[in-house]
């Protein structure tokens, strides 16, 4: 792209002038309507190093105001950085509904980056870009603008931009050796960089590239192009988009309803000796996958009263409080509903090393929000692949990932719900809600087939737990755990 | 108070147990009473070595819902910690009303720690005292619960406990060269524990010790001083403190109504010049304050339609887009609102080299938060205390503090609203709630005047801008942080 790469005709300087004045202004506009439409627009700057994107975004933001934008700059990912995935750090940074962030660089500086110095083999590299188009897809699905520009100079003109900043002292320090390289094998670059650009070209967020020889025609560029990205957007926004196939290999699971629950009991006796044994092999699984900085994440999902908390209760009771947390999953807050419906769970995870428990989770979408109409059907329809690319990348950043479906019959759910009902102390847990949504039952079970069967890969299985007797439950979660923990640690 | 700790009687094995099972059943039943009483609970553990405070956290929260705890574990502060305020990353983990946090060590830990090597001198020892001291009680006064205990055991135990761990192949890993050196130099640590508990106990968050030679022991004092302080607090909740005096030196700042306003204008000609010139200025010093690691807070406040949009603007045009950002303060979210009042301001701090500029901030606390009714009279009037505490803090850190009150009178006000009112594209700006506002423009004069002169101290002075003539207040804060920015990098 950049070696084929036509520059736009420059208009003479006076004419520059003008059109940067009008485009302000419209973006001064935009900046009201992007609110009212809730749009949320990520702009990101990626180029050459003294490109001049950081003076570009700085002249870019008068339109706009500071209510309605965030400037970040990414730079290298922390030691700390380094314990999540390679996403988290910029999920974690996606704007909520009716906001501009603008980006300094982004994921395409990390990843070409560690392409050019060898951090990343060929292999990794296309797994970064797969990452990058498959997020940037769910963005542009869920509703986010982004808009992405590479700044392009010459060989030529970077190097004297080089040498203008190291000849004055106040600005010496701003070149790196980075900068220097960059500039040194400049060819090298640039095919990473073109290739880089090809690979992640996609139409819902293509680059522009810009021709970053003069300051003030890369504003009136980027200005354009923005302007026409944010109508665009605000024409579309309440437009469904195609959705996307899954296409990850599933393994079969069973209907809830061929699930048999009556024979699934344990004596009290074994119970004891099972949970005691378990509870001991944990304990030291826990360690090692502290030490080998495995990350674990444990998703709890089924029927109310089905037994969540206490099952969760005897994985944790074995567990060193200091290298797990228990997530408890809510309706979102108003800032979370603001942003893309995963943004909380990646938000929440954990570091290498440690566990997360989730009492329910991004399922969620597909089920109370599906059933309830908190989202559309082109929303919930989406979410089976984008959970699944989700929970992809986290296990290919080693995660050990573990759902299990608590289950439970209508009658048993009744029964318990009943005595929690009659029982002073259990009362606060039982709502008019649970009562409303055992109405539901039939449409919740359907729910939840589609989702196990759309949802069941390899690399995050679904597990049923049989709980009309709790402890059996219990016993099977431990023991699946433990299997995968095992499993784990051994391979690493 | 370590060395004249004299034990409680341990009472017997089997009466231990019986207890610890009273006890918990008791903590289940105040997890609820804490939810309703939106009670926010803080248990920090601190203690020698392989005092088990980890195997106790684990059992105590055994008896309460995911739902209402998390457990924190502090360690070392990382090298992007050290860019914030010592207090920072504590304050970031505060609980929200009606949860738990239990805290696997504090600052104690590190307060302690860094006497102990050298890293801080007995002057800096005294000042993080005196923030713990004064924090602790401010997140008293605002509701928290804050129970502190100290886990004590004798170098004979502590050195077996250490020798077991190292004998194991398994748990080795889990004895550091601290461990080692704390034992070794058993006593030089007592002192310093000793007196770090003597300078930190304090009758809103006294200290407890607990007999940690046998962790179930442990767990039944544990469990018992939680369990009563919880009670005091639930029956105290909703009861006034008594309001600290407010004793910083207090600068004379005049009262809102002997400003005048109509001699304060620059001519066109004169502002372009200004604009120009001290921009200039500014650009170059946020270059010096980014290399000497600076951090500046520049804080807003000011009457509807003051003109404080604007100012900022003509600050921000004269800044690197990485090296600021702007915070506009609305009303709190939810999950700001379950916090102390300065949880937010915390929270969105400048790292150091960097310029945070508040559109609004935290003086909300005793304006529209005094005058709607949105706190109590308790809260607002503890707060002018609360407030220079915090700016204390910030100037200790070596921040930069610039507050800014935009001063307009009531007909320009009036005039201004009238022509947001009458323009289409300034609509947006004007709503009901300002017209209600400006109705009650005396109230707002006398709490103003109030907050001005009693948070004028030296090290975050407040300064008047006189806006009638926006050209005016806006040339006038380039002045004043141009000047004030100046002082600040000569002095590094």
Same mark, same amino acid.
């Given at each position: 792209m950049l070696k084929d790469f036509v520059k736009a005709a420059k208009p003479e300087e006076e004419q520059i002038t003008k059109e940067v004045k009008q485009a302000r202004e419209k973006l001064a506009v935009y900046q009201m309507k992007i609110k009212e439409a809730k749009l949320p627009v990520m702009v990101i700057f990626e180029g050459? #190093?003294?490109? #001049?994107k950081g003076s570009v975004i700085g002249r870019v933001i008068r339109s706009i105001d500071p209510r309605f934008f965030t400037v970040k700059t990414m730079g290298d990912p922390s030691p700390q950085d380094m314990r999540y995935p390679f996403l988290y750090r910029y999920m974690k940074e996606i704007p909520e509904a009716g906001k501009f962030v603008f980006f300094d660089t982004f994921w395409m500086e990390e990843v070409t980056g560690q392409k050019m110095s060898g951090e990343i083999d060929e292999k990794t590299y296309a797994r970064r870009v797969r990452s990058i188009n498959t997020t940037e897809r769910s963005l542009t699905d869920n509703g986010y603008l982004v808009m992405k520009f590479f700044f392009h100079i010459s060989k030529k003109t970077q190097k004297k931009r080089l040498q203008a900043l190291l000849d004055d002292k106040s600005t010496a320090w701003r070149v790196d050796e980075n900068d220097i390289l960059e500039n040194k094998e400049y060819k090298k670059y640039l095919e990473t960089y073109d290739r880089y650009l090809e690979d992640t070209n996609r139409s819902a967020a293509p680059w522009y590239i810009i021709d970053a020889s003069d300051k003030k025609w890369a504003e009136l560029q980027v200005l354009r192009f923005l302007n026409q990205g944010i109508d665009t957007a605000l024409k579309n926004h309440s437009l469904a988009v195609p959705i996307l196939q899954n296409t990850f290999r599933l393994n079969k699971i069973p209907l809830l309803s061929e699930i048999s629950l009556a024979d699934k009991t344990i004596s009290d006796e074994e119970y004891r000796k099972e949970l005691d044994r378990l509870q001991k092999k944990l304990r030291d699984l826990h360690n090692e996958l502290y030490l080998k900085k495995i990350p674990v994440i444990i998703a709890y999902e089924g029927w109310d009263a089905a037994g969540k908390g206490g099952n969760i209760k005897r994985i944790t009771a074995a567990l060193d409080p200091r290298g797990y947390e228990v997530q408890p999953i809510a309706s979102p807050e108003p800032h979370e509903k603001a942003r893309h419906f995963l943004w909380r769970f990646w938000t929440r995870l954990p570091k290498d090393g440690h566990i997360a428990i989730f009492d329910r989770t991004w399922y969620g979408r597909v089920m109370v929000e599906r059933l309830e109409g908190f989202c559309s059907e082109n929303d919930w329809q989406r979410a089976y692949n984008e959970i699944n690319q989700f929970e992809k990348e986290l296990a290919e950043w080693g995660a050990v990932i573990i759902k299990f479906w608590v289950q439970i019959d209508n009658e048993t759910q009744l029964a318990r719900f009943t005595d929690r009902q009659n029982t002073p102390e259990k009362q606060w847990k039982i709502t008019d809600e649970d009562w409303r949504n055992r109405e539901k039952w039939p449409q919740y079970e359907q729910a939840v087939d589609e989702m196990l069967q759309k949802t069941n890969t390899s690399f995050a299985p679904w597990y049923i737990l049989e709980s009309n007797d709790k402890k059996y439950a219990r016993i099977k979660a431990l023991r699946i755990v433990v299997e995968a923990l095992k499993k784990a640690v051994e391979k690493k």
């Open positions: 050459w #190093g003294s490109a #001049g």
